[in-house]
């Protein structure tokens, strides 16, 4: 007979096991609450400005999926020793890829994205008329079959491992060569995914110096890090210490300064355009990567005053006095403006109109739209899904092939 006291015996080991484990499968969120966590944690920041949303990067997420993980370059650099993460690494390989075709940059077009947040915000986008998610439709087949966000290494180049030498950030130079014998050369600060970015760089970038800069999530940790004018004067010279002290030429200078950023990166470029040594930049690249606030959402107006300086820009480019090149696909953010919104807004205000264009591209793109005057080209996309985000960083290899290289002059590197 069973005694009384046996019936209020703590469960065995394997019955606790089994409680704590129903335990966690109730609490845990499923996929999809975790996904319109992350679409409200995209709402726009106090001042109208796209907040974490708008980061673009596979990021968002504490646990993304492999494919996607690769797809934003790491927030952290690579470790110590210059090498960078391997590709599939949390943070590693941001997108880049197949060569693009020269037709992708010398005649691409315009629209709006945002990578990282596309897949998370699902509910948000399903209130858009017209508006699908991501989430409800299987991942399209694209031509090439290559991942847009996690693209094969071409390896360096003429170029070395990745430096910690700069103030912030990393940087990559030639083994040899790539600068002037009184000691000019020409340097591209790239923020966010500059992995990836690197991968697509290397690819023709003929001797110019690449910074590459990874803050984080969201447009406001760029903002913040660059509020302050000394941040990027103090950058410049600390790149110009760099090179200095490699090639062993001890007055070396910045010849060409060029800025560049996806997705969430444009934040820092805003900032430093305002700023007294803005005026030294050259050229201007932003690949899917110029969001703003709506002063007015129903009617689809923008808060203006935070893509003035990229309008000024713009038209110093149009008159052929800088370069600027911007790119777009058709995503949606919700609750400010897309990519699209904003280049078409830069479009009119310099009284152009994008004209219709018809192309595949690189890694799948298909571009739908294109507008250039002088040296202000804008190249519009379709796409409306993390992949098509992704790939617009492949359109680096041109814009430094067809533009830059030839533009620049830059003293030829070599292994």
Request: overall charge positive; glycine content about 12%.
């Amino acid at each position: 007979m069973r005694h009384p006291l046996q019936a209020r015996r703590p469960p065995g080991r394997w019955a606790l096991l089994s409680l704590l484990a129903a335990t966690w499968w109730l609490a845990a969120p499923p996929a999809a609450a975790q996904d319109t966590a992350a679409s409200k944690a995209a709402a726009p920041q106090a001042d109208g400005a796209p907040s974490a949303a708008h980061a673009g990067a596979p990021q968002a997420d504490s646990a993304p999926p492999a494919t996607h993980v690769a797809a934003l370059q790491a927030d952290s650099p690579p470790p110590e020793g210059g090498a960078a993460p391997a590709d599939g690494a949390a943070g590693a390989g941001a997108p880049s890829g197949g060569a693009a075709g020269a037709g992708g940059v010398g005649g691409a077009g315009g629209a709006a994205s945002d990578a990282g947040d596309r897949a998370e915000r699902g509910p948000a986008r399903r209130d858009r008329p017209g508006a699908t998610s991501s989430r409800a439709t299987p991942s399209k087949k694209r031509r090439g079959d290559i991942n847009p966000c996690m693209t094969p290494d071409p390896g360096w180049g003429i170029y070395d491992p990745w430096s910690r030498a700069p103030s912030m950030g990393q940087m990559i130079m030639p083994h040899k060569g790539g600068i002037t014998k009184r000691g000019g050369f020409d340097v591209i600060i790239h923020f966010h995914g500059h992995e990836a970015l690197r991968k697509e760089f290397v690819k023709t970038a003929e001797g110019a110096v690449l910074v590459g800069i990874d803050l984080g999530i969201g447009s406001g940790a760029y903002s913040s890090a660059f509020s302050a004018p000394y941040v990027f004067e103090n950058l410049l010279d600390s790149i110009e210490r760099a090179v200095a002290k490699k090639t062993g030429k001890k007055k070396a200078y910045i010849r060409k300064l060029g800025l560049s950023s996806w997705s969430a990166g444009y934040g820092a470029i805003e900032q430093i355009l305002r700023q007294p040594a803005g005026k030294r930049v050259d050229s201007l690249v932003l690949l899917d990567s110029l969001h703003a606030g709506y002063a007015d959402e129903q009617q689809h107006k923008l808060k203006v005053a935070q893509i003035e300086p990229f309008i000024a820009f713009a038209r110093r480019a149009a008159a052929g006095e800088a370069f600027m090149f911007m790119s777009h696909s058709s995503i949606l953010p919700p609750g400010y403006a897309s990519t699209a919104e904003t280049a078409n807004f830069i479009v009119q205000a310099l009284r152009g109109k994008p004209r219709g264009s018809s192309r595949a591209d690189v890694l799948g793109l298909d571009m739908i739209q294109r507008f250039d005057r002088g040296d202000f080209h804008v190249r519009g996309y379709t796409g409306d899904d993390k992949p098509d985000h992704c790939a617009h960083i492949g359109l680096m290899a041109d814009v430094v092939r067809v533009h830059l290289n030839p533009r620049w002059k830059t003293p030829r590197g070599r292994r």
